[in-house]
């Protein structure tokens, strides 16, 4: 009797104990590993930062890992600067952690200048990702307003002639006016700044930029150019190149994976159907591409030919994943399938691509390439693979909630 009533207490602690693991656990993914991985990687980039002194007194994010594996980190200019705050923002929405909120405002203030940064198309990466996500959960009004700002100065790079966003001011020798495939992601700052303030202009300048790029883009077989450029005088194509594929003529994986994830985005904020249409085409283009591997995670480009080295891009793969819970529920002939390649996405990146605790400086996931034709970047570790990836887990939650 005297044992009963010492274990059953013992028992009942350690019952609630392993139910309280158990709720932290997200499928196969650990929602402790998460928070473990992205508080270390921000002692690392407080150490790296350090490290440089007061030279890197700009630097406000890690980025990814530099090929001697060491962490590259990057001040607010750089297209990257957003997304740790934002996988901290979305880290701290999946497990309800106060720290990692707290953490996530942190690195998300120091953005704010980019507000007024019109040298750039990236306004839609740095400021959705951060001060976005951070809006989403926290109403806060200065993160509203500091977007609102920032809207307003990605709209200076609208030309009404060639009817897009310019994406790039360097290699002015190469294009007179580029638009990259991936500037579809900041269209979604537009629209968002159209629903706070009522303004149509926005919404109307993300609008036409996503009818451009839908005109001009595309080739028959659904896959995207990566860069088209524009004369300014005439608003004509003049040309159509790669910067981040293997060729003019390839399919550079990240670029199908910012069209399927622009043009849901697109069809969600507008209802426009043809919106939707090309972002089931490109969905098809991806998923039923023979190069792609079994385990849904593509190499860097889907023409690299085999005498070159095929590093996967998981960052592609993410972005992929997240797009499709999105697309999901707009298709529901397609549902089911979109879902289920969600899933197998997801449970290849949880199971094969994720970093073991206190690997990779704390980044969630390994094997991404940033850009292969300049060497840089070549399979290792991204910020954006691990905000998409949080991103699609929180998707594939609350559809799980509503399914
Ligand atoms: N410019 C964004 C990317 O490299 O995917």
Redesign the pocket.
Known sequence: MRLIKLVLPLAIVFFLLASCQSGHKLESVSLSQIKNQLNFLSVNFNDAKARTGNSGKDFVSVRSLNSDGSLKIVSSKD?CSGFYAGSLWLASDLTGDAGLKQLAREFTMPLEKEKFNGDTH?MG?KMMSSFGQGYRITRDSAYRDILIQAAKTLTTRFNEKVGAIRSWDHNRDKWQFPV?I?NMINLELLFWASKQTGDQLYYNIAVKHAETTLANHFRADNSSFHVVDYDTITGAVIKKNTH?GYSDASAWS??QA?GLYGYSMCYRETGILSFLYQAEKIADYILQHPNLPTDKIPYWDFDAPASLAKPRDV?AAAITASALYELAQFVPEKKASYINSAEQILNSLNEIYSSKPGENKGFLLGHST??FPHNSEIDVPIN?ADYYYLEALLRQKNFKKLN
Do not use: P
């Open positions: 297209w990236d990466f990259i991936d981040q990240r670029g910012w960052s940033g850009s954006y």
